[in-house]
């Protein structure tokens, strides 16, 4: 069974960090494409990263360019995503999806791509 557990949210100032975690069980990453979305108060839930395992192809929403990074750790079948400079419209429960299929678009795959889902875990940034 596949499952995907994110871990790493909390509460952090304006301009702090975090470094949030999605580990999978039950498959391996080999060519799959992780990607990390978030749904902020109200808001429908956005895709705002992807990683591609085999070939390390990432993509990032402008939103989130040049403060987040994705990377992965296939011997750990963990994928981060590192968040610098947080903004308090970056408050959001963010998820990480997995799709057995490599992403060649030139722009982010959108949920209704992805077959698997974790729970999410909460980021709030404080002013």
């Known amino acids: 069974e596949v499952q995907l557990v994110e871990s790493g949210g909390g509460l952090v100032q304006t301009g702090g960090s975090l470094r949030l975690s999605c580990v999978a069980s039950?498959?391996?990453?080999?060519?799959?494409?992780i990607g990390w979305f978030r749904r902020a108060p109200g808001k429908e839930r956005k895709e705002i990263s992807y990683i591609s395992s085999t070939n390390g192809r990432t993509g990032y929403a402008d939103s989130v360019t040049g403060r987040f990074t994705v990377s992965v750790d296939n011997a750990k079948n963990t994928v981060y995503l590192q968040m610098n400079n947080l903004k308090p419209g970056d408050t959001a429960v963010y998820y990480c999806?997995?799709?057995?299929?490599?992403?060649?678009?030139?722009?982010?795959?959108?949920?209704?791509?992805?077959?698997?889902w974790g729970r999410g875990t909460q980021v709030t940034v404080s002013s």
């Open positions: 999806a997995a799709e057995p299929t490599l992403w060649y678009g030139s722009y982010l795959p959108i949920r209704e791509w992805y077959d698997y």
């Open positions: 039950g498959f391996t990453f080999d060519d799959w494409t």
